[in-house]
């Protein structure tokens, strides 16, 4: 089946602080998601994005489909920011598949 | 409406107990699945319905039973089970499998389940 990496694992930021978190897979998709997961455990979608570039508020998300990557941008980070991302594609029928996704610790 | 809806939010049940998790989505979605996570894991898939019927078991032990009365409803049921099947059980839909449309999954708030 298809291999979706997320990196880093982890990473702690200062308030206000930017980042960027990247989804590597090994085959071409049809659906690729970009998920915030709270403390609660309610798994938020972000991005809906196989390929492209989308922009919500603070976020945005590129997709570059024959490159097999996918990038999520954090500009001027919250606390509320905190949580985990994932990254979760789809090839074909196939159901989604997870990344092991990336725990962000924002601090005031 | 553009939710997936899940009741209860929380459960507690022992081994010998008999309980039912609840899923709900109005979008028209003729896809529903059954996701389960470990803390620290990500989310594993379960089981996919599609256009109401069971599509995929993905290996899944019989204690969990899977139902879908109907294209808006999709029912997991709990019998017997184990202290290691406690995790957060979440439920999404999709417009097909293959997720054509501009949302992809949209997935519930889901159930926490403890079994003791």
């Known amino acids: 089946g298809i291999q979706v990496e997320q990196s880093p694992p982890d990473l702690i930021l200062q308030e206000g602080a930017n980042s960027t978190l990247r989804c590597n897979f090994s085959?071409?998709?049809?659906?690729l998601q970009w998920f915030h997961q709270n403390p609660w455990g309610q798994l938020i979608n972000l991005f809906y994005?196989?390929?492209g570039t989308k922009q919500n508020g603070r976020l945005s998300a590129t997709t570059v489909a024959t490159e097999r990557y996918s990038l999520l941008y954090i500009s001027s980070s919250q606390t509320t920011d905190s949580g985990v991302y994932f990254c979760a594609l789809q090839r074909g029928n196939t159901p989604l598949v997870f990344g092991k996704g990336t725990r962000l610790s924002v601090i005031a | 409406d553009t939710e997936v809806t899940q009741t209860p939010k929380h459960l507690v049940m022992g081994m010998t107990n008999k309980k039912s998790l609840k899923c709900e989505q109005h979008?028209?979605?003729?896809?529903m699945y059954w996701y389960k996570q470990k803390a620290k894991k990500p989310p594993e898939l379960m089981f996919v319905y599609s256009y109401e019927k069971l599509s995929i078991n993905e290996s899944v032990p019989s204690r969990f039973s899977p139902e879908c009365p109907n294209s808006s409803l999709l029912n997991l049921h709990l019998h017997a089970l184990q202290p290691e099947d406690s995790a957060l059980y979440l439920c999404?839909?999709?417009?097909?499998?293959?997720?054509?449309?501009?949302?992809?999954?949209?997935f519930g708030s889901g159930t926490r389940l403890t079994v003791v």
């Open positions: 999404a839909s999709s417009q097909d499998r293959a997720g054509r449309v501009v949302y992809g999954y949209t």
């Open positions: 994005i196989p390929s």
């Open positions: 085959d071409s998709v049809n659906n």
């Open positions: 979008m028209g979605h003729r896809a």
